[in-house]
């Protein structure tokens, strides 16, 4: 109740600075963010452990949880585990390779590479180089559905082998937090070679079936919430568009509705060359992922979201193509959607957030099962290579810390 009543004088504080000009909103709520954090470590510190920057609490809440689960059904979780450990074996070679490709562009058209994800006071995702600052609520909320199912997956895995559970608890790392499921590791390491492997493939394995369930809300969502309103084009040089300042995305042409670009295709079919028509456009205002209309897991295509409220007319004369159909100037850019769709400020918002939960979900699981100690990806290849190739699981350790700090930071370099 204390922390609560703090909470509140702090936010109350927050916007009141806002409210009169000392702080934007952003720099306020994320003080108090920190100052939150701060207070509730202080409060508890009797229980909390400091080793340099990382301050860690221990309990023995949640393991009885943990245990109760794993025996009501102990096949599916076995059996699940398995399937984990198949997945993971696949992901672990696949997001290597993947990683590899991305140096590669990096080299080749010096963009790309790696991002980390941090929380800072900004109202918008914004781009620097080797960081994605995040508003710090959304970090919190992907972080929270990132480690819970991890841990806990993590922990089951444990118990359905009888390997003893110690402790339970969180972790921070200056202002990031994490939770850690932490087993007996004599216990684990004295265990059989399919239990390791089950426990190390376990979080990742969570990370990666969270992903596809909110990816598949995701498509159901944008379906419901989302209607087509236009198609989204390109204007080239010298063509009746062109001359005519055609902008934004074409929704009717001769008084026929366009919902993608196809439909404007199969409309200009029924003019000839010469005949003058009138297009009318919404104005394009922000491009969101779109898992709806053609993406895949690595590059979502991007869904362009029209003002239904700016509408222009533009009366434009065709030409003639070099196929002799008649021609407007205008192409369709296959990195987007093939239609643009009307909005809705709440189910942008909504959709975003089950976006970056997405991408801390699936992201994260990628990484951390990518074969480096002493990530669960570098523990797994050991055991999948087996103790007397430890030396190579240690190359291979070098060589992946190796990529990735070069994905992180070569960008900026070869600028």
Known sequence: MKEFIVFLVLLAGAIA???????????????VFILVLGFLIYRDRKN?????????????????????TAKR???????????????CTVVLVLGSFYLISMSYTVVTEKQGGLRLLLPGPVSAPTNLPGVFVMPWWIWIIGVAVVIVPHEFMHGIMCRIDKVRIKAVGWILLLIIPGAFVEPDEKQLQKAKRGTKMRVYAAGSFANIITAMIVLGIMFVYFSMSFTPAGAYIGVRNGTPAFDANLSGSITEIGGMPVRSYQDIHDILDKYKPGDTIQVTTMANIITIP?????????????????????VKTYSLTLTTSETGRPFMGVFYDSRYAPSSYSFNNQYIAAYMLLFWIYVFSFGIGIFNILPMKPL????????????????????????????????????AVLR
């Open 376 to 411: 669960d990806g570098g523990l797994l290849l050991e055991e999948i290579m087996g103790k007397k190739r430890k030396r190579i699981v240690t190359v291979v350790s070098v060589i992946m810390l190796l990529v990735i700090l070069f994905n992180l930071i070569g960008p």
């Open 48 to 68: 909390v452990d400091f080793d340099k920057i990382v301050f860690i609490r221990r309990t023995k809440r949640g393991r009885n949880f943990i245990d109760h």
């Open 73 to 87: 059904h102990m096949k599916f979780w076995h059996a699940l585990g398995t399937i984990g450990i198949a997945v």
């Open 17 to 31: 600075a806002n409210s009169y000009g000392i702080l934007p909103i952003d720099f306020a709520t994320f003080f």
């Open 290 to 310: 779109s898992f709806h209309a053609g993406w895949d897991f690595f590059s979502p295509r991007t869904a362009v979201i029209v003002n239904s409220t700016d």
